[in-house]
């Protein structure tokens, strides 16, 4: 079955730093999604991305993230400069089309953590 | 803007018995998905049943199955026959139509299963 692969599966960064979070969609998907889950809290939706732009952003995704689909298979989130406040689980997702969610799939997570 | 509500944070059921799991949402459209979504301690996201708001027929998945209230805006899961692989956290979440496909979680219930 089809996945969403993330890596790193745990990245630790020191506060003030960049880092970059990676995801390789499903081939034939067309539509891209980072979601954020703190700790024992529930998952967020950061943004969605169609067509090498964002579609939507939630008001958590504010300047210091940015996304991007740089080769047309990897999809990214930046994080420019990270607090401490960012060290959460980090889920990417895929779909085929919008509107049905017939087969959004997420990835396994990566775990940021900011020290 | 659209709320889900899990109110329960925490659920115990025997092994081999049945636990429900409740939520409920809030929404002024007419047209939407509900998904319920379980995570183990792997933090993977799995998705669990899903619920097309235009098909009055409660989803079944196996042991899964739900109980879909429009009018009342509540979207129970229904476990029966629990097995231990079945201790995880549950999310329930709501996605709209059309638009671009984000999905709006609720704050999840910790079920444990006693052997």
């Known amino acids: 079955e089809p996945e969403v692969t993330q890596t790193p599966s745990h990245q630790v960064t020191q506060m003030g730093q960049e880092v970059i979070l990676r995801c390789v969609p499903i081939?034939?998907?067309?539509?891209f999604y980072w979601y954020r889950q703190i700790l024992g809290q529930k998952v967020e939706f950061l943004v969605s991305f169609y067509n090498n732009e964002i579609s939507e952003k939630s008001e958590i995704f504010d300047d210091q993230f940015s996304v991007e689909r740089p080769d047309g298979s990897n999809f990214t989130l930046k994080i420019r400069s990270t607090k401490l406040e960012d060290s959460a689980m980090y889920f990417c997702a895929s779909s085929p089309e919008i509107g049905s969610f017939y087969g959004y799939t997420f990835g396994s997570g990566t775990r940021l953590t900011v020290v | 803007a659209q709320t889900v509500t899990q109110s329960q944070p925490e659920m115990s059921v025997q092994e081999a018995e049945t636990v429900t799991l409740s939520c409920t949402y809030d929404t002024s459209e007419s047209d939407y998905y509900l998904f319920w979504y379980k995570q183990p301690p792997s933090r993977q996201m799995i998705l669990v049943i899903r619920?097309?708001?235009?098909?009055?027929q409660n989803a079944t998945e196996n042991r899964f199955s739900v109980n879909f209230q429009k009018a009342a805006k509540s979207f129970s899961l229904k476990i029966s026959d629990s097995q231990l692989g079945d201790a995880a956290m549950y999310f329930c979440a709501y996605g709209e139509t059309g638009a671009n496909s984000k999905l709006t979680f609720g704050k999840g219930i910790t079920l444990s299963v006693r052997p």
């Open positions: 619920q097309e708001a235009y098909k009055q």
């Open positions: 081939s034939n998907h067309l539509y």
